[in-house]
């Protein structure tokens, strides 16, 4: 398929990279160009502005949050008014339900298809394609962009026709991840000062019912005590229960325990670890509990 | 082996039966010693004292709470005046760290070994021999259980030399997966709220990054709603988060995500809920949205 | 001096009828136009546009949300493009930080004086002129306004020359009234299940150490159960502590009990509880014991 | 009238003063017999056992918490076993609810008159006899310990003929005051990130709607920023949550409020602030929000 790219951070050059590999014609876009020449040396065509990324089968955007999405999609020159009639436009950042709401409607009224596609993975499981992408959208849209989607992750699962939904779950899933790297970090911290050894009591954890991906990766950064470099950078996490929590709102959920969880990502943050990962959480519980 | 068994509840009874089905010579105690008749239709023999059953290579309790313990352990016929000086005290009760503390002390004056061995898993587990055991005490002292524990559980996981550890590592898987219940809870009312059906998201969430037993079972629960009859009643849950943060104020652990817990057990309870599931976070997350 | 006034609910309407008692000039404009008429009745001038209003000395807009001020300051015929070089805009409406900011930041550029005046008091206050007034702005921009500020509050506090500074303040006092509002309720729900007269207990706290007039007010409040008609309706408190913890995040400045806050009065609101007073956390707090 | 005095701490020294100048004969124990000295000096007698506390018209009790409550009322010497028949026990302490109900229980049984009577107020209001005293009891008890009570108090106030009321409504009181504390902590952090004055702030406050006592003195002590010597120690004031939270677990009323506001001071003491006064939830708002 042709497809165009827009945002090359760490996850769009290596979602960009993995369609490349599959064989499908990509032409990438990033505000600062630079960062296309890797893809480029792969195979890849550099889009010189947006509405050249916008002529294809699709155009994926994967941006860093609500305000690179609005600038790409609703500036001048940005997706919407550039978009093909026919092309879709699959929107893989983690974003605001507000945001998506506000995209989907916008495409709807212009005629466009729209799919929300955002994905669970850190920038390895990005690099060997092993993503989790959640899809919604009307069939019609999502089904070809189903190619797509398989050269990026392991598995597609479609959660609805209204693309927002897609956001909604997306943001749930990092709430619950926050919660488990939460909970860990005061579990490490209890059993710390007791005198266990945090890499046994990681074992221990991850080989009876703690099992899974969620506990063994941030079990494991916690136990190592290792924050940087940052997989996920704790602002990022913070913004995304923000927004769970703006959701939240929106639909009159009280979330307790979001709120902790926001709080903490908060201390992180203001207490200098901007540069950290979110599981930085680890020592937040540990020195609040003078270790 | 030749093994005492004192404490004839859902779970003794399950671990009991596993015993005599490996082969080991079993003599149960129960205050109600109706309960004891399906084992001994199974081959145990009946202890009709405590003391009865302190006179073997082992004996183990599985009790409710620290107050039934205390009862068996320090009574004037209790296990403590009566073990025979060889026997090892397995105690395999959900306690408190104090409480472990209080009883390792006791057996090391009066020259006792004492093994520490709570267990993660509900009834179900213990019925197929698949619990988790966490072992804590002196090497010599656990070794010859061994077989005792492999008739009962799927894995012995040892942490330390020192039985209090056990259960404070116990009380803290207790309070790892109430986080994850929590964050369920409050992740499914909002989904719900947002129209995408419970199921659905059950089997995006555990065919992603949220599998492992913990999310699994739990998540079924809670988009299933079925609170009842009860795997694990909300009070044992909520006392088993007192006991950790019991133990963390001790230790001076600020848990802030184990308050929240706490509470949100508290108020299942005082609501109405003592008979369900601790998995009625879910609804009360629910309920409180609204829905 | 001749004023106009924009914005005629509760609190507007009472402090623009004390502006006219104490001899002030009055021009009245409302969305709603019929709601100027009592005012009219006692002297006032209508406004028919909100530029009808920006002719004057000063104008003050007391507006019950932050997009109800962006209405009316940045909408075609809004307070900007219409406003008289020296006229000052007073703008004593509860609004966002980050909007007070917006609106400093415009009004320096267009050359306007502006002045943020927000206060504390809830409408029995207003009417007879007993508001806390919290003011922030050039002391030039000020001074002038004082016979205004006079006939509408018993007292008004300069707090810097950045108006934004009163919006935040005056945020932070909602907060504090909040946190009272869910401590007492608290308070209430444990003292009432222990079988004490919640009538008693107010009158103990008022009359030792919990004086003064927030526990006066809301202790009272909550003793009584009495929820209804609401002085402050329960999402108008919500709202409050939002925009706090929005500036608190802005400012990177954890608030855990803000959150706790926040969550009580979105489960208020969820459970029912809009048309309530913000003081109905007492009742939630009595049906999650049980009472 | 003749009163023995039990427990000679910074609080008890006061109340004893304050009974000896107004004139009654009074019988001073401490287990530190030292520390009744400056008592003597002014005219006490002094009570070398605790059973010679124990013969008059009343004997108080003052002591730092439960263990030592529990030392001096049940020991071999204690009160329960040499009180005068007639001889009313005044126990003042800040106790547990349940340790109060045991003490009741134990008195009602052996047929002696007890009242429970702790206080709100810090040492500098003691020693100006300006105590508000929490009395429940029944009237024929409390009524003759009137004298007593008003020469070290301004004011008592009866909260019913339970005992263990007046313990739980003190309780209450602590966590009141401890929630504005993290309340006025959390404010002095925002606005002063925001580059406030804390004491414009504080003077703000106290001159509007947040008079009274409580915030006054504590707004005072965190504007300033002064936290040694500590009025009343962080440790005292956990303990007191704890002891408010326990009560809470017993009679099944969740306090959400109460849980984060236990969990800060846990923070204060763990991070090392064991002689600071519970005011030190001050700096530790504003630590977390970086500054």
Known sequence: MKVGFIGLGRMGTAMATNLIRAGHAVAVYNRTAS???ALIDQGARLAPRVSDACQDDAVITM???DDAVEDVVFGLNGVLRNLNQHTVHLSMSTISVALSEKLADAHATAGHPFVAAPVFGRPDM????KLFIIAAGEPENIEPCMPLLNAMG???IRIGESPPTANLVKLSGNFLTASVLEALSEAMALIR???????????LLTSTLFAGPVFTNYGGLIANQQYQPAGFAAPLGEKDIRLALA???TLRVP?????VVHDRLQTVIARGGDKLDWSALGPLAANDAGL
Chains 1, 2, 3, 4 share one sequence.
């Open 255 to 259: 979330m307790p325990l979001a709120s």
């Open 126 to 129: 990005a690099a060997k394609a």
């Open 63 to 65: 941006l860093a949050n």
């Open 193 to 203: 000062k007791a005198g266990v050894d945090p890499h046994e009591y990681f074992e």
């Open 154 to 156: 392991q598995r597609t």
């Open 35 to 37: 960062k296309a020449q």
């Open 247 to 249: 959701a939240a709102e």
